[in-house]
């Protein structure tokens, strides 16, 4: 990122597109060729993982396995896997500007399962070479994955004790009796790797690079949990002790529990954090470079007991610091990480940022509540700037309910007028500062409101379901992009 570079924020999953939620069909090329006609360089999304409870891609079912909602169906039509009416008389969703999770995952994965059923023979030796390829996080996974249907998709803490503890005969013997479910979920894998391959691949011809994102933790129900219990702080029974949260702060005031376990790091780091390594490498198969979560838990993380119904009894724990990416770094080279540095910061943790060498993150929505580092005159170059970010309101949501001083102060610091549309004077705010790259929420391009605000942090219910309509993307939203691009020496 030493040019001047602008990107746009949308998951896969807010794409538009016919059957029920975002995925790498015709419509994610459509958006690629947006952004290559406005000369925008990166295109940053969310994490691709297998989605949980809750329906948030930070908390998955394996930090390596992507996401089956995503898999094209118009491809596996194609193959003569699928027939056009068995999608046709599937319900995925009436909604075409929301998600229904519940609806997809009755639907879309009974339709995989139709397809692997007409697949299998054929596919099965370009399974066993996929396997093969991944063979030190898939067979886990997928074994993971058909136990838990065995199981009634409960957790796999409240598995039998002889599947918890992963005892060899006991595996072995499930695995006889249901080799195809577990061919099942290898094949799931296969298409959304080979899918999200050739889709990766036609971005970078066209000149875009794919920012993607490592959250920093690992869900408690997740086959990485499963098959490694040595590498997380748990209780006998294999249940967290401790948690994974944040403090009190501007986002929520009682901080936020997101219920993770935490990383016994010492035992990763006898290792040589190999595990760490192999993420992060994987994470490179998948993105041109990465955004790592919650970078600050890397100094010091907020650990809270694992009984506590909010994050306000926790303690900072020294993290891994420096080691870790000294680590990364000897193992895979330099590489285009970036660091999610919001939230409550320290010196410390200011000076493992430096230290790294990654560049951090400035959201200017923060800049008008009294956070004077967040407004443009603080950037330096080797930093990222927003309007907002996933987690926030939209621009138009927060000058809907920001308070009269603060929407004073950004139109006074900004010149905004209403001839050019506030939203958009603070669009060119980010685009106008010293920041070498610049990235805006799609909502925010669009100028929507808190109805299509994505995600409001400690809540449940009604998160991670915005979409994008078919026509939303215009003329004039192109022309304006462009503009913004070549105006400020941003264009790709």
């Given at each position: 990122?030493?040019?001047?570079s602008s990107g746009l924020l949308l998951h896969v999953s807010s794409l538009p597109g016919k059957y029920g939620i975002g995925d790498f069909g015709e419509d994610a090329y459509a958006f690629v060729d947006f952004l290559s006609m406005t000369g925008t360089k ?230 040589g954090y190999h595990w760490w390594i192999r993420r992060v490498e994987e994470s490179f198969r998948l993105y041109d470079a990465v955004r790592i979560d919650h970078f600050r838990g890397f100094e010091a993380y907020w650990q809270v007991p694992a009984e506590d119904e909010t994050a306000e009894n926790g ?178």
């Amino acid at each position: 990122m030493e040019n001047r570079s602008s990107g746009l924020l949308l998951h896969v999953s807010s794409l538009p597109g016919k059957y029920g939620i975002g995925d790498f069909g015709e419509d994610a090329y459509a958006f690629v060729d947006f952004l290559s006609m406005t000369g925008t360089k990166y295109w940053q999304i969310l994490p691709l993982g297998i989605t949980s409870f809750g329906d948030s891609p930070y908390q998955s079912f394996s930090a390596f396995a992507g996401n089956p909602y995503f898999i094209d169906l118009d491809r596996l039509v194609e193959a003569g896997w699928l027939k056009q009416s068995e999608i046709v008389r599937t319900d995925l969703g009436e909604d075409e500007e929301y998600v229904d999770y519940a609806k997809l995952y009755e639907g879309k994965m009974a339709l995989l399962d139709k397809a692997f059923e007409r697949a299998y023979p054929e596919v099965e030796k370009e399974l066993d070479r996929f396997a093969a390829e991944h063979e030190d996080w898939l067979p886990d996974f997928a074994m993971f994955m058909a136990i838990k249907k065995a199981h009634g998709n409960v957790a796999w803490t409240e598995w039998p004790e002889r599947y918890r503890l992963r005892k060899g005969e006991v595996l072995e013997a499930f695995y006889e009796g249901n080799r195809k479910e577990i061919r099942f979920w290898i094949f799931t894998q296969y298409l959304f790797f080979e899918h999200w391959g050739d889709l990766k691949r036609y971005a970078n011809r066209k000149g875009i690079r794919i920012i993607g994102d490592i959250p920093i933790y690992v869900a408690a129900d997740s086959a990485d949990v499963w098959s490694r219990p040595d590498l997380y702080k748990l209780k006998e029974n294999l249940k967290p002790s401790v948690v994974a949260g944040v403090p009190p702060d501007m986002m929520s005031d009682t901080g936020q529990l997101w219920g993770n376990p935490i990383y016994d790091w010492e035992q990763m780091e006898k290792e040589g954090y190999h595990w760490w390594i192999r993420r992060v490498e994987e994470s490179f198969r998948l993105y041109d470079a990465v955004r790592i979560d919650h970078f600050r838990g890397f100094e010091a993380y907020w650990q809270v007991p694992a009984e506590d119904e909010t994050a306000e009894n926790g303690e900072w724990v020294k993290g891994p610091g420096m080691s870790l990416f000294r680590a990364i770094r000897e193992a895979l080279g330099d590489k285009e990480i970036l660091a999610e540095d919001l939230g409550f910061l320290t010196q410390e943790v200011r000076d493992l940022i430096e230290e790294t060498g990654y560049p951090g993150m400035k959201v200017l929505q923060f800049g008008f509540g009294g956070e004077d580092g967040y407004l443009p005159h603080n950037y330096t170059r080797h930093t990222i700037a927003y309007t907002g970010n996933h987690d926030t309101q939209t621009m138009q949501g927060w000058l809907d309910s920001a308070d009269e001083e603060a929407v004073e102060a950004a139109r006074s610091y900004l010149n905004l007028t209403e001839e050019e549309g506030y939203v958009n004077g603070l669009i060119r705010g980010v685009f106008a500062s010293s920041s070498n790259l610049a990235i805006i929420p799609v909502q925010d391009l669009l100028g929507l409101d808190d109805s299509a605000r994505f995600n409001v942090p400690s809540t449940i219910g009604g998160n991670w379901e915005w979409r994008l309509t078919q026509d939303a993307l215009k003329k004039e939203h192109r022309k304006q992009l462009k503009n913004l691009n070549e105006r400020y020496g941003r264009s790709l």
